[in-house]
């Protein structure tokens, strides 16, 4: 499974981005895909997972603002960003995994894209 990761930018505190990740390969809609982020100097954590069956799972400091959703037509999964905050700030990455939960250690991943909160 390839990732590709696109939608990161610079915004104002309280605006919105949509990030969105391309899978190739065959079966995406059986892997569970999570979204990371890793801000300088510190590690990367878990910021929300959409299993395959749709379920989801938020990071307390994001949830109510980043919504995870998935086209398996597509082979796309995205991660929808309201009120951002400038603790938002970090490189967002995907990742594809056969089980998914709340682990660093997914199998696939995605080159990172910068999202930027301006205060």
């Known amino acids: 499974v390839q990732l590709q990761a696109s939608g990161g930018g610079l915004v104002q505190a309280g605006g919105s981005l949509r990030l969105s990740c391309a899978a190739s390969g065959r079966a995406f809609s059986s892997y569970a895909m999570g979204w990371f982020r890793q801000a300088p100097g510190k590690q990367r954590e878990l910021v929300a997972v959409?299993?395959?069956?749709?379920?989801?799972y938020y990071v307390d400091s994001v949830r109510g603002r980043f919504t995870a959703s998935r086209d398996n037509a597509r082979n796309t999964v995205y991660l929808q960003m309201n009120s951002l905050k400038p603790g938002d700030t970090a490189v967002y990455y995907c990742a594809a995994d056969r089980v998914g939960g709340l682990r660093n250690s997914y199998d696939y991943w995605g080159q990172g894209t910068q999202v930027t909160v301006s205060s």
């Open positions: 959409i299993h395959s069956g749709g379920a989801t």
